[in-house]
């Protein structure tokens, strides 16, 4: 294991202005001694812009509208295309139904927070399981 | 209110329970309610002996209106059931309205989509993924017609639930469709949301324009609509305190939140040259009933108090009409799981009991499934029911205010008061509400009330069943609602049909007079009046906002 900080990006793609899930999540990040690169809205070329030139080990992305399918979709086509989608451990939390999430898994995301989840298994799910 | 003789034989008397008491033992948990006001084992007359009944509390629709706005209260009318309601398109939100209105519900509200908050068109592909999946969405002049189809605006009131920044263009949307409807707007009742702070610390702004001009938009609804009487029986603001007290704040805050933030708009528009009483009749209110059952009846109650001595004392109302405290209430969704969702009927349930039993004149109840999708036909009845259970079945409304004169209720609505004061006093230290947004203060608020919110539930401190006591698995409602995927395409065919029907030349020269209107400052409505009766859409006119005041990125604190 290398001594380099894990490092997180923590980004809200689209236009929905439901934060506050981002942001205790991203306190607990930097609690948890990670680098937090706060994105805030971002569309998708920014979330992949930021992820590579930040080089970062996790993309987590807030998404709160009921819309995950769509930008999830996008950003990880945009990942694979660009050739960089093993380089990132993609996390999502939000309002995400139970029933979704077999399907985001399948397709490339590491694991989804819905609601009532507690930051200290988010960030135990990072130390574990990050690509190094 | 009661005899020196008296009391001290009270004194007495609770001194010797107090030595029967010293000698049993307390459960290990902190006696303190949500907003930390720490609460004795017990109250008696000793706790409310100072207080004068006639001056402190008094009767219904009497000044300090402590029991209630309207003298008659509830045996004269109930209150509004108006459920919070939106989603794919106009037309399916237009029937979701028509099967709560068969079904009992006596007011409407627009939830609408995050582009029509932000005035965004949905050709905007960074937020086309968006349309219709939060609330209705509202882009044009036509969607107001499929919205309100057959639905009798003249009768029966509707709330528009957008902010400061979509306030001009979405209204007038609707007043224009109302007017060429044939109906009168200087008859027209409802409410507009209409709340700076609802969209910049509450929700967080995607591309609005900054503070001080949002703080200037908000202003000039109330003076187009009220003062200027273009819709004198309109609610032109509702000061949203539910909004940041689902980000985390407690029920002091929020008071302190929604006052402060009236007062600046009330020197607004004091100094445009009108007086309190010219507008501020209108102002109406939307607070949280969350879990602490008694604070928030203290709370409605302490608000009514407060809000009655500002208008007297700051502002030297006259009009006794112009002193009362209306507020609409809505429970609190944030004391909601996804986690055995059936549990939040019973948590609703008594947070509604908590907004009537503190006289509210308005009411929404959430769904069972709100902490996961926006509400199925079937979680949103069983919300309407439950209301209506209250309304015909209990007889909690036989008598108004039925708590008062509990030493409890009376010292706590007393311990709220004191406290908003101070908390009113803190923010006004940070300047008029813009300022207090801009320079970041208030987002350090929020960030504080949230982290301590958060490590109260990690910690056990708070509880939440199924989160951190008797957990369950996330497990959602067997039926999550999905919203219509094809609502994006239905909306830019809308956007697309008007666009062919309008006349651009004649649009382009009203939007120019909107440009100068901006750059002068100016009040907004009778140019936004033009525009979108012309057919321009929400971001149309957001985007020249942009053009001419730029936009903002609040100093969020992490």
Same mark, same amino acid.
């Given at each position: ?11 809200k793609?689209?236009?929905d ?8 999540v991203?306190?607990a990040?930097?609690d948890?001694g ?10 998708v070329?920014q979330?992949v ?7 970062v ?7 709160h509208s009921g ?6 979709? &996008?950003?990880i086509?945009? +990942? %694979? =295309?660009? /050739? #960089? ?13 139970? &029933?979704?999430f077999?399907? +985001? %898994? =399948?397709? /490339? #995301? ?5 609601p ?8 135990e799910f990072i130390r ?5 | ?9 009270v ?10 008491y ?15 006001i ?11 002996k100072d207080k ?6 008094s009767?219904p629709?009497?000044p ?6 309207y ?6 009318r109930?209150w ?8 794919g ?7 979701r ?8 519900e006596?007011g ?19 937020a ?13 002049i ?8 057959d ?9 528009l639930?957008v ?9 007038s ?11 009168d707007?200087?008859q027209?009742?409802?409410t ?6 609802t969209?910049?610390?509450g ?7 900054p ?14 609509t009220v003062?200027?009487?273009n ?5 032109p ?5 539910y ?19 009236a ?7 004091i ?17 949280s009933?969350h ?9 409605f ?22 002193l009362?405290?209306?507020f ?10 996804a ?14 009991l ?8 308005s009411l929404?109840?959430?769904s069972?499934?709100?902490?996961i999708?926006?509400?199925s036909?079937?979680a ?9 259970v ?12 039925p708590?008062?004169?509990?030493y409890?209720?009376?010292w ?17 230290k940070?300047?008029?509400?813009d ?6 203060f ?6 504080d009330a ?11 401190d ?10 369950v ?13 094809e609502?994006?395409?239905?909306e ?18 009203i ?8 750059e ?10 033009e525009?979108?009766?012309?057919g ?23």
């Amino acid at each position: 294991m290398s001594e380099k900080k894990i490092r997180v990006l923590m980004s809200k793609p689209g236009i929905d202005g439901h934060w506050r899930g981002g942001i205790v999540v991203s306190r607990a990040i930097r609690d948890a001694g990670m680098e937090l690169i706060f994105g805030g809205f971002q569309n998708v070329e920014q979330i992949v812009e930021s992820a590579i030139q930040e080089d970062v080990d996790v993309i987590g992305l807030s998404i709160h509208s009921g819309a995950h399918f769509a930008y999830t979709q &996008q950003i990880i086509d945009l +990942l %694979k =295309e660009r /050739g #960089v989608l093993d380089n990132f451990m993609i996390l999502l939390g939000g309002i995400v139904p139970a &029933q979704d999430f077999s399907k +985001l %898994k =399948e397709m /490339g #995301v590491a694991n989804i927070y819905g609601p009532g989840s507690m930051t200290r298994d988010i960030i135990e799910f990072i130390r574990e399981n990050v690509k190094r | 209110m009661f005899d020196k003789n008296y009391l001290e034989k009270v004194r007495e008397e609770k001194e010797k329970w107090e030595k029967l008491y010293e000698s049993l033992k307390e459960r290990d948990v902190k006696f303190v309610t949500d907003s930390e006001i720490p609460i004795k084992n017990l109250y008696t007359p000793l706790d409310i002996k100072d207080k004068d009944y006639v001056s402190d509390i008094s009767f219904p629709g009497v000044p300090p209106y402590t029991r209630g706005v309207y003298p008659s209260m509830y045996r004269g009318r109930l209150w509004t059931m108006r459920l919070f309601s939106g989603h794919g398109t106009p037309e399916e939100t237009n029937k979701r309205w028509k099967f709560l209105y068969e079904n009992g519900e006596t007011g409407f509200s627009a939830a609408v989509d995050a582009l029509t908050f932000n005035g965004i068109d949905p050709t905007n592909k960074d937020a086309a993924a968006e349309v219709g999946t939060s609330g209705v969405p509202l882009y044009c002049i036509d969607s107001l017609f499929a919205l309100t189809e057959d639905i009798p605006i003249d009768k029966i009131s509707v709330a528009l639930v957008v902010e400061p920044f979509t306030t001009a263009p979405v209204c007038s949307m609707y007043f224009n469709m109302a007017q060429m409807r044939g109906y009168d707007i200087k008859q027209l009742m409802g409410t507009t949301q209409n709340d700076i702070l609802t969209m910049t610390v509450g929700y967080i702004p995607y591309k609005n324009s900054p503070p001080n001009h949002i703080l200037r938009l908000a202003c000039d609804f109330i003076e187009w609509t009220v003062a200027q009487k273009n819709v004198p029986k309109w609610h032109p603001i509702n000061f949203t305190g539910y909004n940041y007290r689902e980000g985390g704040i407690d029920a002091v805050q929020e008071l302190g939140f929604v006052f402060a933030s009236a007062c600046s708009h009330i020197d607004n528009l004091i100094e445009r040259g009108w007086k309190a009483d010219d507008f501020v009749g209108r102002l109406a209110f939307h607070l949280s009933a969350h879990k602490d059952f008694f604070e928030e009846i203290a709370k409605f109650r302490a608000a009514r108090r407060i809000w009655y001595k500002l208008m007297k004392d700051k502002y030297e109302v006259k009009d006794p009409r112009n002193l009362g405290f209306r507020f609409h209430v809505q429970t609190a969704g944030s004391s909601l799981t996804a986690q055995s969702p059936k549990i939040n009927i019973v948590r609703t349930a008594i947070q509604a009991l908590e907004a009537n039993l503190g006289g509210c004149q308005s009411l929404h109840t959430n769904s069972y499934d709100e902490a996961i999708c926006l509400p199925s036909e079937e979680a949103v009845l069983v919300a309407l029911r439950t209301q209506q259970v209250i309304s015909d079945e209990t007889k909690i409304h036989n008598t108004i205010d039925p708590f008062a004169g509990s030493y409890f209720i009376e010292w706590l609505t007393d311990e709220v008061e004191d406290r908003v004061w101070k908390y009113i006093d803190k923010i006004q230290k940070a300047g008029t509400i813009d300022k207090a947004l801009s320079s970041g203060f208030l987002y350090k608020e929020m960030r504080d009330a949230f982290h301590k919110r958060r490590m109260r539930l990690e910690s056990g401190d708070e509880i939440m069943l199924g989160i951190n006591k008797y957990p369950v698995p996330y497990d959602t409602v067997t039926d999550v609602f999905r919203t219509n995927k094809e609502a994006i395409n239905i909306e830019v065919r809308r956007i697309e049909k008007l666009k062919a029907r309008r006349d651009n030349a004649k649009l382009e020269k009203i939007l120019d007079k909107l440009r100068n209107v901006c750059e002068k400052e100016e009040n907004v409505m009778p140019t936004v009046m033009e525009a979108t009766k012309e057919g321009a859409t929400v971001g149309e006119v957001c985007n020249i906002y942009r053009e001419i005041w730029g936009t903002w990125d609040p100093p969020l604190a992490i």
